[in-house]
T-cell receptor
Framework: DAKTTQPPSMDCAEGRAANLPCNHS???????VYWYRQIHSQGPQYIIH?????ETNEMASLIITEDRKSSTLILPHATLRDTAVYYC???????????WGAGTKLIIKP | EAGVTQFPSHSVIEKGQTVTLRCDPI?????LYWYRRVMGKEIKFLLH????????ESGMPNNRFLAERTGGTYSTLKVQPAELEDSGVYFC????????????FGPGTRLTVL
């Protein structure tokens, strides 16, 4: 079973920041937080991951709380192409399976 | 760099027939994974190859499913005989280093069993 909890859906206006929350209260010390997304009819796409520190790349930022029990994925300037299902996955560095939950369906509105 | 490719993109077969799905990972990626999403359900892990060896096949649903990766390059997933509940989208992914789990996914094969 997935070890994360995400809201089933969210809306965001185009051009605004999309903030997607994820709860992972049972996360262990050696487990990473990964974010993937799946745009309709495509394969999942890696976005970002982190362990303790906040991370940023060309796609998004990942904010992890100090107790590591929750995180937020931030898409700084959402576009219509960011409409997708976003998955937050807790992943131990010794297990190579990605365990998927239901994710958050993010709809970007014009 | 070419991405992960999968063939065919769609397959429609009748119950009891055999289907073979193919996955070509990114060149140089030793790790290859199969996942599937059946209708209305979440994506589920099937198995993981490291080169030609099966590292973890704990997600394979039953012995009607056979995955191979001869030579450590492309992989095939055979379903024989196919059942109605096998319908879904089968994804393949590859990664260079399993300890850094950025998996690159193919577009998937949509399998419909009638």
């Amino acid at each position: 079973d997935a070890k994360t909890t995400q809201p089933p859906s969210m809306d965001c206006a185009e051009g605004r920041a999309a903030n997607l929350p994820c709860n992972h209260s049972t996360i262990s010390g050696n487990e990473y937080v990964y974010w993937y997304r799946q745009i309709h009819s495509q394969g999942p796409q890696y976005i970002i991951h982190g362990l303790k520190n906040n991370e940023t790349n060309e796609m998004a930022s990942l904010i992890i709380t100090e107790d590591r029990k929750s995180s937020t994925l931030i898409l700084p300037h959402a576009t219509l192409r960011d409409t997708a299902v976003y998955y937050c996955i807790v992943f131990p560095d010794s297990n190579y399976q990605l365990i998927w939950g239901a994710g958050t369906k993010l709809i970007i509105k014009p | 760099e070419a991405g992960v490719t999968q063939f065919p993109s769609h397959s429609v077969i009748e119950k009891g027939q055999t289907v073979t799905l193919r996955c070509d990972p990114i060149s140089g990626h030793d790790n290859l994974y199969w996942y599937r999403r059946v209708m209305g359900k979440e994506i589920k892990f099937l198995l993981h190859f490291v080169k030609e060896s099966k590292q973890d096949e704990s997600g394979m649903p039953n012995n009607r499913f056979l995955a191979e990766r001869t030579g450590g390059t492309y992989s095939t997933l055979k379903v024989q005989p196919a059942e109605l509940e096998d319908s879904g989208v089968y994804f393949c992914a590859s990664s260079r280093n399993p300890n850094y789990n950025e998996q690159f996914f193919g577009p998937g094969t949509r399998l419909t069993v009638l």
